[in-house]
């Protein structure tokens, strides 16, 4: 049976947690059959997994390029399900094709800035879709889908307003320094991440807009080390992410507990399957293998000011080739997209945040030195390397952070 050393790791440690697993004393017979039942179901379905892999792990990338263009095909028209997160789709969908090196052609990307362009409102920022109300996380979303498609046309660029997303984004912002999701809306980490994310990236930032807000933000690291979604809240993955990312970009990273986040965020990659959990004693999630391990480049690029801290020079502080098989083994759907865990459906979404977790685990690259550990074969394994703060290919990034910082930063504080 051709197996990967992951997934020989984990049948054996299955087999052993199986036999040695005394938590189901306390069940009752009935209990103890239903989680011998699913134990057992769980075990086949990756024992198939193993079975059906050849030795070394391969990326479908032909199929996975299918399932998107399906969905990029279908943008402006389908979709009610998720008629309020069309921006979503667009960054999902046009960042997962961008990794796998997918040029699309300039008409495409135009037609679908225009599309993004009637998602944004008259008084700044971006909604779900046409009409709708402005967002923090549609406006997160449109800003990163129009920067990917300013590598195929300017005008792209050109759609974002970029002093009503200004104005925008100063009337999110609240007196201690938290961000509203949206006019009336919850005040959430995922905000202020937004927020500093498409300010950055569009060159509108000012101090004055983000008066307060590292201190709100590091208000929201918990005992256990990562970062809730508000004070207070439990630690998980997503909102560290968002935390980590946004202190980072509003440059007073060194206000957090470095060392007990990289404690945290360590302990959520699991020896069993090489995936990472959101939070502890929940499941490994395939878009964990970004939001956690995409949390790596940060810490290492916050330790790397500390003298008294040596590290690496070719890998990052987590199991890179523990995640890449995990990816590529547990969250491939055969026809084509990403997914959470073997047996769930896949989505773009997914598709996204697992590509995006395993561009992270493919490169390592701090300072001026790149460097690559891809499992399988790389010329069919590699993808694009991820600028690890937007999440958006690094040519992406560096070409729409060259356009924007040529323009002046608005001045809307009389407005
Ligand atoms: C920029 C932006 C909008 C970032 C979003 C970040 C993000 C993914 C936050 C996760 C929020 C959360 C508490 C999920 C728990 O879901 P669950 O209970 O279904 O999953 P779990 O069991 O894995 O925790
Ligand atoms: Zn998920």
Same mark, same amino acid.
């Given at each position: 049976?051709?197996?990967?050393?992951?997934?020989?790791?984990?049948?054996?440690?299955?087999?052993?947690?199986?036999?040695?697993?005394?938590?189901?004393?306390?069940?009752? $017979?009935?209990?103890?059959?239903?989680?011998?039942? =699913?134990?057992?179901?769980?075990?086949?379905?990756?024992?198939?997994?193993?079975?059906?892999?050849?030795?070394?792990?391969?990326?479908?990338?032909?199929?996975?390029?299918?399932?998107?263009?399906?969905?990029?095909? $279908?943008?402006?028209?389908?979709?009610?399900?998720?008629?309020?997160?069309?921006?979503?789709?667009?960054?999902?969908?046009? /960042? $997962?094709?961008?990794?796998?090196?997918?040029?699309? #052609?300039?008409?495409?990307?135009?037609?679908?800035?225009?599309?993004?362009?009637?998602?944004?409102?008259?008084?700044?920022?971006?909604?779900?879709?046409?009409?709708?109300?402005?967002?923090?996380?549609?406006?997160?979303?449109?800003?990163?889908?129009? #920067?990917?498609?300013?590598?195929?046309?300017?005008?792209?660029? =050109?759609?974002?307003?970029?002093?009503?997303?200004?104005?925008?984004?100063?009337?999110?912002?609240?007196?201690?320094?938290?961000?509203?999701? /949206?006019?009336?809306?919850?005040?959430?980490?995922?905000?202020?991440?937004?927020?500093?994310?498409?300010?950055?990236?569009?060159?509108?930032?000012?101090?004055?807009?983000? =008066?307060?807000?590292?201190?709100?933000?590091?208000?929201?690291?918990?005992?256990?080390?990562?970062?809730?979604?508000?004070?207070?809240?439990?630690?998980?993955?997503?909102?560290?992410?968002?935390?980590?990312?946004?202190?980072?970009?509003?440059?007073?990273?060194?206000?957090? =507990?470095?060392?007990?986040?990289?404690?945290?965020?360590?302990?959520?990659?699991?020896?069993?399957?090489?995936?990472?959990?959101?939070?502890?004693?929940?499941?490994?999630?395939?878009?964990?293998?970004?939001?956690?391990?995409?949390?790596?480049?940060?810490?290492?690029?916050?330790?790397?000011?500390?003298?008294?801290?040596?590290?690496?020079?070719?890998?990052?502080?987590?199991?890179?080739?523990?995640?890449?098989?995990?990816?590529?083994?547990?969250?491939? /759907?055969?026809?084509?997209?990403?997914?959470?865990?073997?047996?769930?459906?896949?989505?773009?979404?997914?598709?996204?945040?697992?590509?995006?977790?395993?561009?992270?685990?493919?490169?390592?690259?701090?300072?001026?030195?790149? /460097?690559?550990?891809?499992?399988?074969?790389?010329?069919?394994?590699?993808?694009?390397?991820?600028?690890?703060?937007?999440?958006?290919?690094?040519?992406?990034?560096?070409?729409?952070?060259?356009?924007?910082?040529?323009?002046?930063?608005?001045?809307?504080?009389?407005?």
């Amino acid at each position: 049976m051709a197996e990967t050393n992951n997934l020989r790791f984990m049948r054996d440690n299955f087999e052993k947690e199986r036999y040695s697993n005394d938590n189901n004393a306390t069940l009752s $017979s009935e209990e103890q059959c239903q989680v011998e039942e =699913d134990v057992a179901k769980c075990f086949k379905r990756f024992k198939n997994i193993a079975e059906s892999y050849p030795e070394q792990p391969v990326l479908q990338k032909d199929m996975h390029v299918k399932f998107l263009m399906k969905g990029l095909e $279908s943008l402006s028209e389908s979709y009610e399900c998720l008629d309020a997160s069309r921006p979503w789709l667009c960054y999902w969908i046009l /960042h $997962s094709l961008d990794l796998l090196g997918v040029v699309i #052609s300039d008409d495409k990307a135009l037609k679908i800035a225009n599309f993004l362009g009637k998602c944004q409102s008259p008084t700044g920022g971006f909604g779900g879709g046409p009409l709708q109300e402005p967002h923090l996380a549609p406006t997160y979303a449109a800003v990163n889908a129009l #920067s990917i498609l300013g590598k195929y046309t300017e005008e792209a660029y =050109d759609v974002i307003a970029r002093e009503k997303l200004q104005q925008y984004l100063k009337r999110m912002h609240t007196p201690d320094g938290g961000f509203k999701m /949206h006019l009336g809306g919850e005040v959430d980490i995922r905000g202020a991440y937004c927020a500093a994310s498409a300010a950055r990236l569009t060159n509108v930032m000012t101090e004055s807009m983000f =008066d307060k807000t590292p201190e709100w933000i590091v208000s929201c690291q918990t005992y256990e080390g990562g970062f809730g979604g508000c004070p207070g809240m439990e630690a998980h993955g997503g909102y560290s992410f968002c935390g980590l990312g946004a202190l980072i970009l509003l440059g007073h990273e060194k206000l957090c =507990d470095i060392k007990s986040l990289l404690r945290w965020t360590v302990n959520r990659q699991m020896g069993f399957e090489g995936g990472f959990q959101g939070r502890t004693n929940k499941l490994v999630d395939g878009c964990y293998s970004f939001w956690q391990g995409g949390a790596f480049p940060l810490i290492h690029m916050v330790l790397s000011m500390d003298r008294d801290v040596s590290l690496s020079a070719e890998k990052w502080l987590f199991q890179q080739e523990a995640l890449q098989e995990y990816v590529l083994t547990c969250c491939q /759907h055969p026809a084509g997209g990403l997914l959470d865990k073997p047996g769930k459906p896949r989505d773009y979404y997914h598709s996204c945040y697992c590509l995006s977790g395993l561009s992270v685990a493919q490169h390592f690259a701090a300072g001026p030195i790149g /460097h690559s550990v891809v499992v399988g074969n790389q010329t069919n394994n590699e993808l694009k390397p991820v600028h690890p703060v937007f999440n958006i290919s690094t040519e992406a990034a560096v070409k729409a952070t060259q356009h924007f910082n040529k323009l002046p930063v608005p001045n809307t504080d009389s407005v």
